[in-house]
């Protein structure tokens, strides 16, 4: 990953579509690479990692979709985390709501430039294959988080001088993305070369790549189930029928080193003190795992030791016995108020005594020997995630080999093992364990209804606690599940609403105006976090 760096010399080659800044000049750098000087193995990585960084840390998921989602909660006011747990704007809130889009363009801009650079050579087909799936990826990332947005018309600064890119509805841009993966997937192919500069855990294996896409395809596809019932099921089983994951070994994951520079956002985020002393596990989601007597709640929480003190020091391991998780509602504060944590709901007390006393100190954590080296993996996708899906495909009736049933207890299983990829003596759920569990705990087949909360709610759950928090809460409005009860909180931008949407970077009004203007005819309320968008019914 070290080969990351070479790219800088050719970054000002890259403008994605929402930047106008100096585009003359950037576009005549005459130190620039060209395609016969510049090996576009080397911007892979790029790709990888940018993805990676859009959907962690700081860059808005912790702080946004993570409370929304209630997978965490965090019992301040004023915080930076305050957008998430009471939807109230804290922090540097307008630069958060654009990171991901940023993050997101500039990401597919460098896979856009691969393919650039790769027309026309046939043993780089992979390479392109690869790099069409990873821009498509962030692209999909940014119609999931914000709506419409530039997609027919996005990364063409370069090449066709369009730095005002029209906004595509979002109908439109998953036929699209779902055309292209349908068109590129076939094309990968295990004899030809493979790419050398693959920052995830394949290494460029073109056969679990393919996977990859298929997956990504069913994911796509299941985004459409309420919206267009046709295109959906069409996709799914084309997914299927090509070859999603087959076991936990399929897992996508970015390989993180913090020595080299490359560190895990997430983690990055909850070390620092206020962070660590003050996110909590969501009480929806540890009283779910409680009430199932789930193995992995003994992994992924533990109370911190009485005190300010011992809560602060992250040498100390937390209690990780079950029955004294106890996961924080979302919405309270230490203020003293009425919304006040120890006025909320099932409060459990603090801990501490004196001007030691931990106010929130009996909440549940994550396991710091889990969750917080920097080099821990990032997750992309997961052999859990894809056999959830396929059990809600079967549910509906289309045709993805077996039953719900079968899905369900594969993706159950494979999920409590997924979590020896973040870190292998922390996290290491036994094959036994979890398909003792899943046998224990099958599927709920007495009505539709029942299967389809089951199924996402175990999505929700998987995904939340693997840190895809993006997901998480991309699958909670999809799907309605688990129902959760949103905050109302004083100064709210979603009262009583959890929110649907991010609004536009607030660039696209001076950069992008006339587009911008013509997209907010779309949403019933405008640019606002509320407005549903296409596929959310």
Known sequence: ??????????????????????????????????????????????????????????NGAILYQSMWAQIFADAEFPSYYSNG????????????????????????SKANEILELTKGIPEMTNLRGIALIMELMNLELI???????????????????????????????????????????????PAKPKPTND??????????????????????????????????????EKAYAGGTFASIDDNAYIVLNEANGFSNG?????????????????????????????????VIAEVPLPGKANSNNKALAGISTPAVQQGMPNGFDQNGGTTDISKAPGYPGGNGTGNDFNPIGAYSR??????????????????????LLLAEAAVRGWSVGTTASV????????ALQSYSILNAAAGTISATTANAYATANPLDVSSTTN?????????????????????????????GYPVLTPVNYIGSFSPNAIPRRFIYPLSEASNNGDAYKAVLGNYTKGDDYISRMYWDK
């Not at 620039?32 to 993805?51: E, W």
């Not at 730095?163 to 993305?177: C, E, G």
């Not at 909360?453 to 699958?475: K, Y």
């Open 366 to 387: 994550p396991t710091t020997a889990l969750y917080l080296s920097r080099s821990m993996p990032g997750i992309l996708l997961t052999y859990a995630e894809t056999e």
């Open 143 to 189: 119609t999931d988080v914000y709506g419409d947005a530039p997609f027919s018309q996005a990364l063409l600064a370069k090449s066709n001088g369009i730095t005002s890119p029209a906004y595509d509805k979002q109908q439109d841009i998953y036929n699209s993305m779902l055309n292209k993966l349908d068109s590129i997937l076939p094309t990968l192919d």
């Open 1 to 58: 990953m070290k080969k990351i760096l070479i790219i800088c010399g050719i970054a000002a080659s890259v403008v994605f579509s929402a930047c106008t800044k100096d585009f003359d000049s950037i576009n005549t750098n005459p130190t620039q690479a060209s395609a016969s000087q510049f090996n576009a193995n080397l911007l892979l990585p790029t790709v990888q990692v940018g993805y990676f960084n859009s959907i962690a840390g700081y």
């Open 199 to 236: 920052a995830t855990i394949y290494k460029g294996d073109v056969a679990k790549w393919k996977k990859f896409g298929y997956s990504l395809m069913l994911r796509m596809a299941m985004r459409l189930a309420k919206a267009d019932l046709t295109t959906a099921k069409k996709y799914a």
């Open 85 to 108: 747990d009471k939807y109230v704007n804290g922090g540097s809130y307008n630069n958060y709501l654009a990171s991901i889009w940023n993050n997101s363009y500039n990401a597919a």
């Open 407 to 414: 899905h369900y207890k594969n993706g159950l299983a494979a």
């Open 451 to 479: 299967s389809l909360m089951q199924i996402n709610t175990q999505f929700w759950i998987t995904t939340g606690t693997l840190f895809n928090f993006i997901e998480a809460w991309n699958n909670l409005r999809r799907s």
């Open 266 to 298: 997430n983690a990055s985020a909850l070390g620092v003190v206020q962070d660590y002393t003050q996110v909590r596990w969501g009480k929806v989601l540890i009283d779910n795992l409680k009430a199932a007597g789930d193995p992995r709640l003994s």
